[in-house]
């Protein structure tokens, strides 16, 4: 054997080659984070790499769950979605307690792997109040594809899924930057031709018809009850932004997780028989939000921990800044005050700022009275009104107040003896906008005066009867800044509580699906004459027999308390567009009554120095956010029951047709001859 083959089999022996390798090996590994790290687009299994690396930390998957189940205290409906009473059975039966235990027991191959875990198990609930969302991982980036998808019927009433007619308007605009990459994706004679695929009828999804998909989606999505909204959820849709239209993607051209590296269709172009296979990329986009980093250490560091807003303070000692929540709350609305309480669901992809074609966009100017979230149109039949709401939160409650009286107002000076309300992807705001809104169309009767909304309940546990009496025995709260604050609230005869009133006593005792529970007594109206800035007319602005709410079902917290309590207590009409049309379709989603997250509960808890209380949640170590209901509205027709829990059927599914899809005003006309004609 020559000299040095002995020596290397000397060294081999001894191990000492092998030692040497693996640690030139481990010195040459590649930092998955730093791969994507300065880049604003990446392949999503690039991003998936980054998140995988994370190993689950023990203290902070504990600190999570805690944290979690701790907050689920304070939430409302615990109890009923082990079991949701019909029509809502078959959709929510979660017990998180159990599902926390399983979690608690579980090993997980990544940190990313244990958050897919817990954010899904909160999303099986189909309350987009009560959920979990770690900024580390939720939209850092968004998965995109450029083939936005709706559900169209055709004229024999057959209904198939489509690529969006007008999905390359949407992507050349919003994504020049990485069109190209899918140009170049495209195969054979269709290289090159993105735009040919708008309109094309999909055969097939991942060899399977398209609506397995659909329904494989709605499995995990969240947010709202009905089945028929969460299909509607994966197809694109629209909604007012600010002055103008924004679009949104649908949950099959983007996911706020890396989840997909690609799709494969069958496709049949529009007035073309001929089939085609395609496979198209998705690509991941890195959040404007997201801070930058160059290394996976950086990206912890600055994405991943608790910042200022996560956990609560003791307003005693500190202001209360922006929380984490803001980020994701599907509705602008600042930090809610004593006055404007919020009822707003949060989702772990943030309110879309795409636009809507400008093809597609109203082409009359908005009237006066138009505000951020809301804009006045006046239709070309000369008395056809119409209120394009995509929110009832915005950073002026009074802009928005004296918006809406304004522009109603200018819509019957000009002639409008009609009105549409449209309140597509509406995801809620301000309490008191909503009772407002209720209370200037039909003005003053019994349904709207002292109450335009739902009596409530809260969650009556033994750390939220201490936080009360702690406020009571220490007056902790003069300036009335806390959710407990016995001032902030009415009895059932619409009395307020004093300041020495323990409204949380004595509870209210129930046994919900075989579990004992606790509530607070009827607390009632909230909004009148407090929380109005502005004097109602005296008499009503539309007859409610002309006034029609109109939606994809995504109309959630304040929005659905306005829904509600109009097509109710009201008969207004209301019509979802583009549903299944074999599928009920339910014109609002999650109701609630007040929503918060942990960040406002541990504010409460901080400020009434209950925080090493055995109940009370730690601070969180992510940077994270827990969302919860916690007052719960009274039924209408059962008026014992959560309204949470009760119908909510359309008079009107209207079918989308290649003209009316994401095209408001053809929409709009469209609803006005069917039922305000």
């Known amino acids: 054997m020559p000299p040095f083959y002995a020596l290397l089999a000397f060294f081999s022996a001894f191990g000492i080659i092998c030692t040497h390798a693996g640690s030139e090996l481990e010195s040459e590994k590649v930092d998955p984070c730093a791969v994507i790290g300065g880049k604003k687009w990446v392949a ?146 269709l290289k090159g031709k993105l735009e040919s695929l708008s309109g094309a009828k999909v055969v097939l999804l991942n060899g399977k018809p398209p609506f397995d998909a659909v329904n494989a989606n709605a499995l995990i999505t969240g947010s709202f009850q009905p089945l028929g909204t969460r299909q509607n959820s994966f197809f694109s849709s629209y909604a007012l932004s600010t002055t103008t239209f924004s679009y949104s993607m649908g949950n099959f051209a983007q996911q706020s997780l890396p989840l997909d590296d690609s799709v494969e269709l069958v496709i049949q172009r529009v007035n073309e028989t001929t089939l085609h296979k395609i496979t198209i990329p998705y690509r991941s986009r890195i959040n404007p939000a997201t801070v930058p980093f160059n290394s996976s250490a950086t990206y912890k560091a600055n994405n991943c921990v608790a910042v200022d807003g996560t956990n609560g303070v003791d307003l005693h000692a500190a202001s209360l800044g922006s929380s984490t929540a803001s980020k994701f709350q599907q509705a602008p609305v600042p930090s809610p005050s004593k006055k404007h309480k919020v009822n707003v669901m949060m989702d772990t992809a943030p309110l879309s700022d795409i636009a809507l074609p400008p093809v597609l966009q109203p082409t009359a100017p908005a009237l006066n009275g138009s505000f951020g979230g809301g804009a006045f149109f006046m239709q070309k039949d000369g008395k056809t009104g119409v209120l394009a709401l995509g929110s009832f939160g915005g950073d002026d409650f009074d802009v928005m107040e004296s918006g809406m009286l304004q522009g109603l107002q200018t819509l019957k000076e000009l002639g409008a003896t009609q009105l549409i309300v449209d309140v597509t992807n509406n995801g809620g705001g301000f309490i008191c906008a909503a009772h407002w809104l209720h209370r200037i169309i039909v003005g003053p009767k019994s349904t709207t005066v002292p ?212 095209n408001p005003v053809a929409i709009w006309e469209v609803v006005a001859a069917k039922l305000l004609a």
């Not at 409906?77 to 929510?92: D, G, L, M, Q, R």
């Not at 244990?114 to 309350?127: A, E, G, M, P, Q």
């Not at 024999?156 to 308007?169: L, R, T």
């Not at 006034?547 to 994809?552: D, F, G, L, P």
């Open 44 to 189: 999503p299994s690039d991003v998936r790499a980054c998140f995988s690396s994370f190993k689950v930390d023990q203290t902070i998957k504990r600190n999570i769950l805690d944290v979690v189940g701790k907050t689920l205290a304070f939430h409302t409906s615990v109890n009923y979605e082990i079991k949701a009473p019909e029509p809502f059975t078959p959709f929510v039966h979660e017990d998180l307690f159990k599902d926390i235990a399983r979690i608690s027991k579980s090993s997980y191959a990544s940190d990313y792997d244990l958050h897919i875990d817990v954010s899904r198990t909160l999303k099986r609930l189909n309350d987009g109040h009560c959920v979990w969302i770690n900024a580390c991982y939720d939209s850092a980036f968004l998965n995109f594809l450029p083939i936005p998808l709706a559900l169209l019927t055709q004229d024999d009433g057959s209904q198939n899924v489509h690529i969006a007619p007008e999905a390359f308007k949407v992507a050349s605009a919003e994504f020049a930057d990485e069109i190209s990459v899918w140009q170049d994706a495209l195969p054979g004679v």
């Open 451 to 662: 109450q335009a909304g739902l009596d409530t309940k809260a969650r009556d546990g033994p750390l939220a009867r201490l936080i009360v009496q702690e406020l009571i025995d220490k007056n902790l709260d003069p300036d009335q800044e806390l959710l407990y604050n016995p001032l902030n609230w009415n009895d059932a005869n619409n009395v307020q509580f004093s300041a020495t009133d323990n409204w949380l006593l004595p509870p209210v005792d129930l046994e919900i699906n075989g579990h004992a529970d606790a509530f607070s007594q009827r607390l009632g109206q909230e909004c009148q004459p407090s929380g109005f800035d502005f004097t109602p007319p005296d008499v009503a602005l539309f007859n409610p027999s002309n006034v029609v709410i109109v939606s994809n079902g995504r109309c959630a917290s304040s929005c659905s308390l306005f829904s509600i309590t109009m097509a109710k207590e009201e008969g207004v009409k209301t019509v979802v567009v583009g549903g299944k049309s074999n599928v009920k379709q339910e014109y609002c989603g999650t109701v609630g009554g007040q929503s918060t997250d942990f960040s406002t509960i541990d504010t409460e808890i901080k400020t009434t120095q209950l925080k090493n209380n055995s109940l009370a949640p730690p601070d969180l170590l992510v940077n994270g956010v827990q969302g919860i209901t916690w007052r719960l509205g009274f039924g209408i027709v059962d008026t014992q029951q959560p309204e949470e829990w009760q119908d909510h059927p359309a008079d009107l599914n209207l079918a989308l047709t290649p003209d009316l899809v994401n």
